[in-house]
């Protein structure tokens, strides 16, 4: 049984803290049910990402915008 989630059928955004002048480039998608992978699209578009619970995703969005991380 594999634990890797299918990302065929990502629908990659990049995030808006990513900016057009090479900065950091974070890219999520939020288009899969249950799951937010999270991937470098500067260093590796292509390559690996990480797989979030949405469970767990929301949490870390609030602390992040709230400033507590």
């Given amino acids: 049984m594999s634990t890797r989630p299918d990302l065929i059928s990502a629908a ?12 950091s480039c974070v890219e999520i998608a939020d288009n899969l049910p249950g799951i937010v992978p999270v991937r ?22 609030a602390a992040v915008r709230d400033g507590s991380l």
């Fill in 12 to 23: 990659w955004r990049k995030s808006s803290y990513s900016n057009g002048d090479g900065g």
């Fill in 40 to 61: 470098d699209s500067k260093a590796a578009p292509e390559g690996p990402a990480l797989a979030f619970s949405a469970a767990r995703w929301a949490p870390f969005v």
